[in-house]
T-cell receptor, first 113, second 115 residues
């Protein structure tokens, strides 16, 4: 079945550092790919998405490109802030599962001043 | 719009007790779903619904029951609580269109402890 693999955390960065969180997937067909963010004590919020190969999703300075050849959707940000500290989840949805979200295990990010 | 709302925010149960976790959305979304979040496991789908009167099982449905009598509400019932059901439960909904490829929007969660 479909699956999502994320790099394990926690990831600790200094403010203004470059962020990469790796995400790879296994899926049949043409899934949609998502990044969600969860701040402490809150629910998940959609961060960005891409629905077809080579699409780039972007939001709040974060970017991710749907790479079908490497089955990847890595999250990047050029300069992180303390307020970016959160848990980030990569997810896919696919027609073979009624477009339910299939999540990775999450990557915790801590940004220090 | 209030978005997706969940009640209660916290709940403690004893083994064998039953309860209902409430979920409501005011965005007229047809698709709604329930997930549980456990440390190191990500989120796993329990049940979902594509519209009023239609529900289906997800990855971990055992011990849970759902119904969908209205578009707005999608309650999750624990029939006989077990310690393994200690978790944080999230309800989510998805707007129509995009052929099902749109984002889902999540409620704030219910933290459940079963003793």
């Amino acid at each position: 079945g479909d699956s999502v693999t994320q790099m394990e955390g926690p990831v600790t960065l200094s403010e203004e550092a470059f962020l990469t969180i790796n995400c790879t997937y296994t899926a049949t067909g043409y899934p949609s790919l998502f990044w969600y963010v969860q701040y402490p004590g809150e629910g998940l919020q959609p961060l960005l998405k891409a629905t077809k190969a080579d699409d780039k999703g972007s939001n709040k300075g974060f970017e991710a490109t749907y790479r079908k050849e490497t089955t990847s959707f890595h999250l990047e940000k050029g300069s992180v802030q303390v307020s970016d500290s959160a848990v980030y989840f990569c997810a896919l949805s696919n027609s073979n599962s009624g477009y339910a979200l299939n999540f990775g295990k999450g990557t915790s990010l801590l940004v220090t001043p | 719009n209030a978005g997706v709302t969940q009640t209660p925010k916290f709940q403690v149960l004893k083994t064998g007790q039953s309860m209902t976790l409430q979920c409501a959305q005011d965005m007229n979304h047809e698709y709604m779903s329930w997930y549980r979040q456990d440390p190191g496991m990500g989120l796993r789908l329990i049940h979902y619904s594509v519209g009023a009167g239609i529900t289906d099982q997800g990855e971990v449905p055992n011990g849970y029951n759902v119904s969908r009598s209205t578009t707005e509400d999608f309650p999750l019932r624990l029939l006989s609580a077990a310690p393994s059901q200690t978790s944080v439960y999230f309800c989510a909904s998805r707007p129509p269109g995009y052929g099902g490829r749109g984002e889902q929007f999540f409620g704030p969660g219910t933290r459940l402890t079963v003793l």
